[in-house]
Nanobody, 125 residues
Framework: QVQLVESGGGLVQAGGSLRLSCAASGRSFSTYTMGWFRQAPGKEREFVGHISWSSGITYYANSMKGRFTISRDNAKNTMYLQMNRLEPEATAVYYC??????????????????WGQGTQVTVSS
């Protein structure tokens, strides 16, 4: 089990940048795959990318490559999502999630068992 709390959302101008944080706690999360998803109004929850907590190896949705970067700080038990060149279409609630099976390349919502409450990102034009 892992507890996840997102923070860092807010209002951003188009073309700007924002860094989201996901604070993790609980048992064995250091062996998990940790992911980011987003959900825009009226749309399905969408995979952004994930990171292996132990190795730092990342995996991204094709549409996110070059725009979003995932990292983690082991000392702070925190995962980050750096978002650059933001567009209004990126407006969504952003969630962090944990895959207890520590898999690589899993993009479906059902592949992640533990979720945070989300943080709102709004990109204005």
């Amino acid at each position: 089990q892992v507890q996840l709390v997102e923070s860092g959302g807010g209002l951003v101008q188009a073309g700007g940048s924002l860094r989201l944080s996901c604070a993790a706690s609980g048992r064995s999360f250091s062996t998990y795959t940790m992911g980011w998803f987003r959900q825009a109004p009226g749309k399905e929850r969408e995979f952004v990318g994930h990171i292996s907590w132990s190795s730092g190896i990342t995996y991204y949705a094709n549409s996110m490559k070059g725009r979003f970067t995932i990292s983690r700080d082991n000392a702070k038990n925190t995962m980050y999502l750096q978002m650059n060149r933001l567009e209004p279409e990126a407006t969504a609630v952003y969630y962090c999630a944990a895959d207890r099976l520590s898999r690589y390349g899993v993009t479906s919502r059902s592949g992640y068992a533990d979720w945070g409450q989300g943080t709102q990102v709004t990109v204005s034009s």
